[in-house]
């Protein structure tokens, strides 16, 4: 069973910065990539930015230039800076985890960015 545990959401102003962090804690699970999506209201949820075991990443072309996405695989941990947010970045941000059998999702962490 792996746990997922996030942190570092909150309230920004337009144009601050946040960094979320996702810690994964338990065995039996090899993690292929980590990711952060997210979900605004009445919208699909959508990936932000995902990193693979070897370092390759992949963003949204709406966060692509502001967001950055990082890991700590010694940790298990997997970071998004998030600098020049805007409103319409507010969203629940979900951790997510991929396995050779599985996917993990965390609980979510709010991310709300006032004009």
């Known amino acids: 069973q792996v746990q997922l545990v996030e942190s570092g959401g909150g309230l920004v102003q337009a144009g601050g910065s946040l960094r979320l962090s996702c810690a994964a804690s338990g065995s039996g699970f090899s993690i292929i990539a980590m990711g952060w999506y997210r979900q605004a209201p009445g919208k699909q949820r959508e990936l932000v930015a995902a990193?693979?075991?070897?370092?390759?990443?992949n963003y949204a072309d709406s966060v692509k230039g502001r967001f950055t996405i990082s890991s700590d695989n010694a940790k298990n941990t997997v970071y998004l800076q998030m600098n020049s947010l805007k409103p319409e970045d507010t969203a629940v941000y979900y951790c997510?985890?991929?396995?050779?059998?599985?996917?993990?999702w965390g609980q979510g962490t709010q991310v709300t960015v006032s004009s």
């Open positions: 997510n985890t991929k396995g050779f059998t599985a996917v993990v």
């Open positions: 990193v693979t075991r070897g370092g390759s990443t």
